[in-house]
């Protein structure tokens, strides 16, 4: 696996849905994103609305999240908090 692209702004919390703390698929949380491998593409996990990277390859419905290169090509961040 590559490694932990950095963020600015945001925080690398793994590879795949385990990375966003659910046993079972995605958890559905509005300050996680995922992130494209292929063009870095973020969007977010909140299933608020259909959204796609640019380039196409992750892509997110109503209830369903994914990418053409399996769960575990996701990069999960959460939104930094300011920081105290
Ligand atoms: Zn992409």
Same mark, same amino acid.
């Given at each position: 696996?590559?490694?932990?692209?950095?963020?600015?702004?945001?925080?690398?919390? %793994?590879?795949?849905? $385990?990375? #966003? /703390?659910?046993? +079972?698929? *995605?958890?559905?949380?509005?300050?996680?994103? %995922?992130?494209?491998? $292929?063009? #870095? /593409?973020?969007? +977010?996990? *909140?299933?608020?609305?259909?959204?796609?990277?640019?380039?196409?390859?992750?892509?997110?419905?109503?209830?369903?999240?994914?990418?053409?290169?399996?769960?575990?090509?996701?990069?999960?961040?959460?939104?930094?908090?300011?920081?105290?």
């Amino acid at each position: 696996m590559q490694p932990a692209p950095a963020l600015r702004g945001f925080r690398f919390l %793994g590879w795949g849905p $385990r990375a #966003t /703390g659910s046993y +079972s698929g *995605w958890a559905t949380r509005s300050d996680l994103y %995922g992130r494209c491998g $292929r063009c #870095t /593409g973020l969007v +977010s996990l *909140w299933p608020d609305q259909i959204e796609q990277c640019s380039c196409g390859a992750l892509f997110k419905d109503l209830g369903r999240f994914g990418h053409l290169d399996g769960d575990q090509s996701i990069a999960i961040y959460s939104k930094d908090g300011p920081t105290p």
